[in-house]
């Protein structure tokens, strides 16, 4: 329970920063916003990792070991999000209530696949 709350935490930290770079990228119009979701997911995540490495997990496996499951766990939510993201945007036309539901729904999976495979034992 310990783990799942500080994840909790680390990840609304950086659903945050998603959202702030979602918003960011969206409103300056410099890029479409299923890209914006896509591209705001993958650099938050990168605040993810090490946050949860460094205090989550607390993690003393070499990044050798991580980095490789995180980069995988990235891309498999980063394709659920986006998938999600591109159906809910096209059916309710906006994009942050979009990012709500498909960040609401891909939770459970990061944290699952954090606890169960990339930080193990931890």
Do not use: D
């Amino acid at each position: 329970m310990k783990h799942f709350i500080k994840f909790i935490g680390i990840g609304g930290i950086s659903t945050l920063l998603q959202f702030a770079l979602l918003a960011l990228l969206v409103e300056s119009k410099l890029v479409p916003a299923v890209t914006a979701s896509a591209l705001s997911y993958f650099l938050s995540s990168i605040f993810n990792y090490m946050a949860n490495y460094r205090f989550t997990f607390t993690s003393n496996s070499s990044h050798r070991q991580t980095l490789p499951k995180f980069a995988v766990t990235v891309c498999l939510g980063l394709t659920v999000s986006t998938l999600l993201f591109a159906v809910f945007f096209k059916v309710f036309g906006n994009y942050m209530l979009a990012q709500f539901l498909a960040t609401g729904i891909t939770v459970c999976l990061n944290f699952l696949a954090h606890k169960l495979w990339i930080y193990k034992g931890h």
